[in-house]
């Protein structure tokens, strides 16, 4: 079966520092990835997706980054970040590989406070 | 643009009640659904989909109806338990081949 990991499960950092959350997944090749970010009483606001490694397609301007160095590696970075970066930070994943609209299941999160 | 679920109510049904938790998407072309059950500070997990050739599809028990007609979308929970408190919401994939969009939800409370 798949499971997803991602990593660190909180986090409290100081403004202008870097970021660097972590997600794998297991028991599935070639998947889509995503990064999505939940503000309280709202939905998942679209980060980052990537069909394959290298590719990465962003939805939002932002001061965050992702990479895919691996195929089941999903990377979310920043180099300076802002108090509004707070939030629910959720990793996911899809079977697809170039084709997106398959289900999409989510990794347990991470808590990010920026004081 | 598509839109889901705008608004974040709350329910709160007795334990043993059935419940129902309602969501209308924007899109007339979405053709798949997806029902998530969030936990307080917990990853969204998935319960059921359904895809638009479908107007019902029952799994243990939850049961979702589609109304294509008023773009309507409904999770139905039987026997509620205290185990069922969480937020629910759906997702829509407004065109096959483009992400989904997710509404806020609605908070279930079960009550003892």
């Known amino acids: 079966s798949q499971t997803i990991h991602q990593w660190p499960a909180t986090l409290v950092q100081p403004v202008g520092s870097p970021l660097s959350l972590e997600c794998t997944v297991e028991g599935t090749s070639n998947p889509n990835l995503y990064w999505y970010r939940q503000a309280a009483g709202r939905g998942l606001q679209l980060l980052f997706y990537?069909?394959?490694?290298?590719?990465i397609s962003s939805e939002v301007p932002q001061n965050l980054s992702a990479s895919r160095p691996q195929d089941r590696q999903f990377i979310l970075s920043s180099k300076k970040l802002l108090l509004s970066d707070s939030g629910f930070y959720l990793c996911a994943w899809s079977v697809g590989g170039t084709v997106l609209g398959y289900t999409i299941y989510f990794g347990e999160g991470s808590w990010l406070t920026v004081v | 643009g598509e839109s889901v679920g705008l608004h974040l109510p709350t329910l709160s049904v007795q334990e043993g009640d059935n419940s129902i938790i309602n969501c209308a998407y924007s899109?007339?072309?979405?053709?798949?659904f997806i029902w998530y059950k969030q936990e307080s500070g917990k990853g969204p997990q998935f319960i059921i989909d359904i895809r638009s050739n479908m107007d019902k599809r029952q799994g243990q028990r939850v049961t979702v109806l589609l109304n294509k007609t008023v773009k309507h979308l409904s999770l139905q929970i039987a026997a509620t338990q205290p185990g069922d408190s969480a937020v629910y919401f759906c997702?829509?994939?407004?065109?096959?081949?483009?992400?989904?969009?997710f509404g806020p939800g609605t908070r279930l409370s079960v009550l003892p």
């Open positions: 990537s069909v394959g490694i290298g590719q």
């Open positions: 997702a829509e994939n407004g065109n096959y081949g483009q992400n989904f969009v």
């Open positions: 899109n007339s072309a979405s053709d798949y």
